[in-house]
């Protein structure tokens, strides 16, 4: 479960195990899993377990700036 980026006290990891589709879970003070090809095509959250809502909001708006390198992280480690 390495992780892939760090930034304003986020750790954004991708497990190794991991099932598809392409997600990232972003660990603060609870959890953000985020899809990184939502149905719009964008990365959209998919659950929250005890991360408030600004720091949700805060990993969702870190994964969509990353997006393309998160992706390109995802194909690295899954193939």
């Known amino acids: 479960m390495p992780t892939i980026w760090r ?16 997600h990232v879970h972003v660990f603060g003070n609870g959890e953000t899993k985020i899809a990184l090809t939502g149905q719009n095509g964008q990365a ?19 994964v969509r ?10 194909n690295d480690i899954h193939g």
């Open 7 to 22: 930034e304003a006290n986020l750790r954004i990891m991708i497990y190794t195990d991991d099932h598809a589709p392409p």
């Open 44 to 62: 959209e959250v998919v659950r929250i377990v005890g991360a408030d809502l600004r720091e949700s909001r805060r990993a969702l708006e870190i």
């Open 65 to 74: 700036e990353k997006r393309d390198y998160l992706i390109e992280k995802w």
